[in-house]
């Protein structure tokens, strides 16, 4: 149950835990990043949760370094509450392949399986939000079914649309915006991961489970815009 504690220069540190994708270990940097804000310590700029590591940034000038090294260490040895208890539940609609999920053939051909069947696995999972990365409201989920977890494009997409459902590997998301990537897309979202102008712009944030079920085109179409 010990963290390594690793200095990223003279205003932020990296507290790292076993190096692998598994909800225990990322149920313990959510705890560690909850404890660090609730501890309101001087000088904190950020506290940045990953799959297994914790960025913390902070102004060395008004940081008391030690007892911030101290409190991590103390924190990490306290039980974690039940992550059952106290995560929220995130309910993500899906319109599910053709122009939308241009790549759910492919992840059907991968899992050997037809495009519904793929769709009745990947709604049927319940996804932890591990982090939040890439762009704003990009949230890595997992873990996905071994069966339909097809690896990315070995070259990326140029424009990938706002609300696309992918797939790369044991991870599943949702584009939030329109980037480059590289993700098997199987579907796309009339909901917004990011957005600026609600009063929470976070659609998802770490910790929370999110669960896709799938909508037809029509509803796709007639879904309000905000």
């Known amino acids: 149950m010990s963290v390594r504690i690793v200095p990223a220069g003279d205003s932020a540190i990296i507290v790292e835990l076993e190096d692998r994708i598994d909800p225990g270990v990322n149920a313990r940097v959510i705890a560690l990043a909850e404890s660090v804000q609730a501890a309101a310590f001087r000088g904190i700029r950020d506290i940045v949760p990953t799959f297994r590591s ?10 008391d370094y030690d007892a911030l090294l101290a409190h991590l260490e103390h924190a990490d040895r306290s039980a ?11 309910r993500i609609p899906v319109c599910y392949g053709g122009e939308l999920g241009p790549d759910l053939g492919d992840v059907a051909s991968f899992a ?6 793929v769709v009745g696995i990947h709604t049927a999972g319940t996804y932890r939000v591990f982090m939040l990365g890439f762009v704003a409201g990009f949230a890595y989920l997992g873990i996905v079914d071994e069966r339909i977890a097809m690896p990315r494009h070995a070259t990326p997409r140029l424009k990938v649309p706002l609300g696309s459902v992918g797939i790369a590997g044991v991870q599943t998301g949702v584009y939030p915006a329109e980037t480059p990537g590289g993700w098997r897309i199987i579907g796309r979202t009339p909901l917004k991961p990011f957005d600026p102008d609600r009063a929470e712009p976070f659609l998802m944030k770490a910790g929370d489970a999110v669960q896709f ?5 029509t509803e796709f179409d007639a879904w309000p815009s905000s």
């Open 213 to 217: 079920y799938a909508i037809s085109r």
């Open 112 to 117: 050997h399986a037809d495009e519904p069947e």
């Open 80 to 90: 974690a509450p039940p992550e059952s208890a106290k995560a929220s539940v995130v």
């Open 54 to 63: 914790l960025a913390i940034y902070f102004d060395p000038l008004r940081v």
